[in-house]
């Protein structure tokens, strides 16, 4: 567990992929963001249960099979509602087919409650404790990343020592390099960056170390 601002920070790494599924929560009154709940639904509900979370949304970076395969489970669990970027659509829809590439069972693909776009702004408790969505495209059409505090979620972006791919369908370098260069890096060192798979790190670490950088 991590703390930024006001929030807690949880993560569960599920799945073959390692993914990082992350729940952002107030602490006063249990309210919680879950961002890219990917697989392994029973651990991440188990999560829920027994922090007390009440999950009020559920929030996609992007939409590759490794983000997205315990939503359905957690809507169904917490009636939460489900927004992704509309440019991730298409790869949302061609989970069976994303499933079938790397020989897994496809998990079901959810329902979509509402579309993302550069600033929108989710609230959490009786704060409002806000998280920001930033428009990081690249790694496909309609990444993003979540400000909260003084943390980034940066999805499939930006790594530990390293950046998204770009040979999936819909990638693109230069759009990646781009979108770190004019989202990311203009973002304090201090910053911390909680990436969609691997190790937390800072953005200040990033700017001095990352080769891709």
């Known amino acids: 567990m991590s703390?930024?601002?006001?929030?807690?920070i949880l993560v569960e790494t599920v799945g073959p992929f390692a993914e990082n599924?992350?729940?952002?929560?107030?602490p006063d009154s249990g309210d919680a963001a879950a961002i890219d709940p990917g697989d392994e639904p029973e651990r991440l509900l188990e999560v829920v249960r027994a922090e007390g979370l009440n999950v009020r949304w559920i929030l996609g970076t992007h939409c590759h099979i490794d983000h997205v395969g315990?939503?359905?489970a957690l809507k169904e669990a917490t009636g939460a509602p489900y927004h992704i970027h509309p440019a991730d659509r298409f790869l949302l829809d061609?989970?069976?087919?994303?499933a079938a590439l790397f020989g897994l069972t496809p998990p079901p693909v959810p329902d979509v409650d509402g579309y993302l776009e550069e600033g929108t702004l989710f609230h959490l408790g009786p704060r409002r404790i806000p998280i920001r969505t930033v428009e990081t495209p690249g790694h496909s059409p309609g990444s993003v990343s979540f400000l909260a505090g003084d943390a980034v979620f940066s999805g499939d972006?930006?790594?530990?020592?390293?950046i998204g791919r770009t040979d999936l369908p819909g990638g693109s370098m230069p759009t990646l390099l781009q979108s770190i260069r004019e989202k990311l890096l203009v973002l304090p060192d201090s910053t911390r960056v909680y990436p969609g798979h691997g190790a937390a790190t800072t953005m200040g670490l990033e700017r001095r170390t990352n080769p891709f950088l």
């Open 3 to 8: 703390s930024s601002a006001d929030l807690r």
């Open 21 to 26: 599924a992350y729940f952002l929560v107030d």
């Open 70 to 72: 315990a939503v359905a």
């Open 94 to 98: 061609g989970v069976p087919q994303q």
């Open 157 to 162: 972006a930006l790594f530990q020592g390293g």
